[in-house]
């Protein structure tokens, strides 16, 4: 039924459509074998007119199946596509928090194993559409012929349908515990894949890790596909010989109680016969409408507890950054993480920071301190629970933190590296993404052709270069960079602190580092240090620190004026 709930709020008129289509294929199809039933009973009339009325009844079905059959696949896949995209978009545009409270594992499984019981469950509708048409134009027909048997006949065969879904219904509790526990395992498929390395340098981990996590985890989803499987095992086999039974009733106790005609008793005995394939298409797809029920409910929970469109930050109209930056301001600045409890976890603030543009300021503390929070939260990426974000001495709030988004380039530790560089495209991109691949001692290594980088597979010192090439070329107002140069080898660290850094402050870049790299503190104009959640020290840099040995200037894009253009 959830599936047809689907339907029906995605594209009801089409829905109708197909559902008055599968009728006439039903009717249809019950006339073909009315028409037989007729010609087998040696029933008067005319042999010419009942072959006419069964090639034209014949083509009927058979041009209303096709339609109601294409209507439905159309509408299906187009329901499939929306559900997706539209996941895809609350995941966009709902809070980075939001999403990271669910993570990977979850996500991916809606997107992947949910998503794709729901579309191979859709898949089969056309068919389970039609067999219901059949069905109910050939009890129409039995009406026609004995409506006192048929109503005896009706009545038996409800009581097998309800016995046979209350057998069915048995699978519902090991259908949604499985589908709890494929989240686990989708988990732990990621550890093993992620954690291939740890796994590999120590044998009693990896060995722990299979008996003690992936292995009795599959060994319950196994146990509970059994359980489910049997279910539907037995009542498919109840269903077999209930239908066995029935046709058994027909010729050997009906007449008992009545007597019938021949072409009556042929009539019940043939669309009986008749009706055992669309029966047992639609018991055969009961396993799989269950799962997708399931499944289907998973992903309005998910769809659910995620931001919509109307209560997002993000603008679907187009933003852009400032034509200018003046200042981004703190006052008060509070965030806190939420537990599962309910209670709240660490805090970050309350902050008071202004930050000049142009200025180069250094984000320091220990593990845990709160720098990367600060950096999120700076950023836009995280709602402030408490205090005033500024920029431009413009409020930042609901309606514009898409906007100050914008202003921002950064290279985070948990970075990820996209292959194309999505929406930067303009005639001087090549050419900008060559001299940089070159600067960055990267040529030769990765190409750039038709707008997509050759390759990603780099060491991680080289992967970090090429995502310091995709924020020079996005040229935005402020970069912040989270411990960059923690993976780079000492000559790098020389070029990153003693020329990109000073080269992007002469352009007027603003410039936020987080780094532990103390002796080259004396590179920045300012130095903040947090410690467990509280900015604690606000300095210049003391002198005598080792500066980088001065280097040639590394060239950032301009516009086609001369002028650097943010995008």
């Given at each position: 039924?959830?599936?047809?709930?689907?339907?029906v709020k995605?594209?009801?008129?089409?829905?109708?459509?197909?559902?008055l289509?599968g009728?006439?294929s039903?009717v249809s199809?019950a006339?073909?074998m009315?028409?037989?039933?007729?010609?087998?009973?040696g029933?008067?009339?005319?042999?010419g007119t009942?072959g006419?009325?069964?090639?034209?009844?014949?083509?009927t079905?058979?041009?209303?199946?096709?339609?109601?059959?294409?209507?439905?696949?159309?509408?299906?896949?187009?329901?499939?596509?929306?559900?997706?995209?539209?996941?895809c978009g609350?995941?966009?545009?709902?809070?980075?928090?939001?999403v990271?409270s669910?993570?990977p594992?979850?996500?991916?499984?809606?997107?992947?194993e949910?998503?794709?019981a729901v579309?191979?469950?859709?898949?089969?509708?056309?068919v389970?559409?039609?067999?219901?048409?059949?069905?109910?134009?050939?009890?129409?027909?039995?009406?026609?012929?004995?409506?006192?048997?048929?109503?005896?006949?009706?009545g038996?065969?409800?009581?097998?349908?309800?016995?046979?879904?209350?057998?069915?219904?048995?699978?519902?509790?090991?259908?949604t515990?499985?589908?709890?526990?494929?989240d686990?395992?989708?988990?732990?498929?990621?550890?093993?894949i992620?954690?291939?390395?740890?796994?590999?340098?120590h044998?009693?981990?990896?060995?722990?890790f299979?008996?003690?996590?992936?292995?009795?985890?599959?060994e319950?989803?196994?146990?509970?596909?059994k359980s489910?499987?049997?279910?539907?095992?037995?009542?498919?086999?109840?269903g077999?010989?209930?239908?066995?039974?029935?046709?058994?009733?027909?010729l050997?106790?009906?007449?008992?109680?009545a007597?019938l005609e021949?072409?009556?008793l042929t009539?019940?005995v043939l669309?009986?016969?008749?009706?055992?394939g669309?029966?047992?298409?639609?018991?055969?797809?009961?396993?799989?409408?269950h799962?997708?029920?399931?499944?289907l409910?998973?992903?309005?929970?998910?769809?659910?507890?995620l931001?919509t469109?109307?209560d997002?930050?993000?603008?679907?109209?187009?933003?852009?950054?400032?034509e200018h930056?003046?200042?981004?301001e703190?006052?008060?600045?509070?965030?806190?993480y939420?537990t599962e409890?309910?209670d709240?976890?660490?805090?970050?603030?309350?902050?008071?920071?202004r930050?000049?543009?142009?200025?180069?300021?250094?984000?320091?503390?220990g593990n845990?301190?709160?720098?990367?929070?600060?950096?999120r939260?700076?950023?836009?990426?995280?709602?402030?629970?408490?205090?005033?974000?500024?920029?431009n001495?413009?409020?930042v709030?609901d309606?514009?933190r898409?906007?100050?988004?914008?202003?921002f380039?950064?290279?985070?530790?948990?970075?990820?590296l996209?292959?194309?560089?999505y929406?930067?495209?303009?005639?001087q991109?090549?050419?900008?993404v060559?001299?940089?691949?070159?600067q960055?001692k990267?040529?030769?290594?990765?190409?750039f052709?038709?707008?997509?980088f050759?390759?990603?597979?780099?060491s991680?010192?080289?992967?970090?270069?090429?995502?310091?090439l995709t924020?020079?070329?996005?040229?935005?107002?402020?970069?912040?960079f989270?411990?960059?140069?923690a993976d780079?080898?000492?000559?790098?660290?020389?070029?990153?602190?003693?020329?990109?850094?000073?080269?992007?402050?002469?352009r007027?870049?603003?410039?936020?580092?987080?780094?532990?790299d103390?002796?080259?503190?004396?590179?920045?104009?300012r130095?903040?240090?947090f410690?467990?959640?509280?900015?604690?020290?606000?300095?210049?840099?003391?002198?005598g620190?080792?500066?980088?040995e001065?280097?040639g200037?590394?060239?950032?894009?301009?516009d086609?004026?001369?002028?650097?253009?943010?995008r």
């Open positions: 039924m959830e599936l047809f709930r689907f339907l995605y594209s009801p008129g089409v829905l109708a459509v197909a559902v289509l009728i006439v039903g199809s006339a073909v009315a028409i037989v039933n007729r010609a087998l009973a029933v008067a009339g005319d042999v009942l006419l009325a069964f090639l034209g009844v014949t083509l079905a058979l041009t209303a199946n096709l339609s109601t059959r294409l209507i439905l696949l159309r509408l299906s896949t187009s329901a499939v596509r929306e559900m997706r995209m539209s996941l609350q995941i966009l545009v709902s809070p980075l928090r939001d990271e669910h993570g594992s979850k996500l991916l499984a809606v997107l992947t949910d998503i794709l579309s191979d469950t859709l898949a089969e509708l056309p389970v559409c039609m067999s219901a048409a059949v069905i109910t134009a050939c009890f129409t027909y039995l009406i026609w012929l004995s409506w006192p048997m048929a109503l005896a006949f009706i038996v065969f409800s009581l097998g349908v309800l016995i046979h879904e209350a057998i069915a219904m048995r699978t519902r509790p090991y259908l515990k499985g589908r709890e526990k494929w686990e395992l989708i988990a732990y498929y990621n550890a093993l992620l954690g291939n390395k740890e796994l590999k340098l044998a009693r981990r990896r060995t722990a299979l008996r003690e996590a992936l292995g009795p985890t599959a319950e989803m196994q146990t509970l596909s489910w499987h049997r279910i539907f095992a037995f009542a498919a086999s109840f077999q010989t209930f239908y066995l039974v029935v046709i058994g009733a027909i050997f106790v009906a007449p008992a109680f007597p021949p072409s009556v009539g019940f669309m009986t016969i008749y009706m055992n669309p029966i047992s298409q639609i018991v055969g797809s009961i396993p799989t409408l799962r997708a029920g399931v499944s409910r998973k992903i309005e929970s998910l769809g659910l507890s931001t469109r109307e997002s930050d993000v603008r679907e109209e187009e933003v852009r950054p400032l930056l003046s200042g981004i703190m006052q008060g600045l509070c965030y806190a939420d409890g309910g709240r976890g660490f805090a970050l603030g309350p902050i008071d920071l930050i000049e543009p142009g200025e180069i300021l250094f984000v320091t503390g845990g301190s709160g720098k990367s929070s600060f950096a939260v700076l950023t836009g990426l995280y709602v402030p629970t408490g205090g005033t974000l500024r920029i001495g413009t409020d709030d309606l514009n898409d906007a100050y988004r914008q202003n380039s950064t290279v985070f530790s948990d970075y990820f996209f292959t194309r560089l929406g930067l495209a303009n005639e991109l090549a050419g900008q060559e001299e940089y691949l070159g960055l990267l040529s030769g290594k990765v190409e052709k038709d707008g997509r050759s390759t990603v597979d780099l991680q010192g080289q992967r970090k270069r090429l995502a310091l924020a020079f070329v996005e040229n935005r107002h402020v970069y912040l989270d411990e960059w140069a780079q080898d000492p000559a790098f660290k020389d070029v990153f602190y003693g020329r990109i850094l000073p080269q992007l402050k002469a007027g870049k603003t410039v936020i580092v987080i780094s532990h103390s002796h080259y503190y004396e590179c920045a104009d130095l903040i240090r410690e467990d959640g509280v900015m604690v020290e606000d300095r210049r840099p003391r002198s620190q080792r500066r980088p001065a280097l200037p590394m060239r950032l894009p301009r086609g004026r001369g002028r650097e253009s943010p």
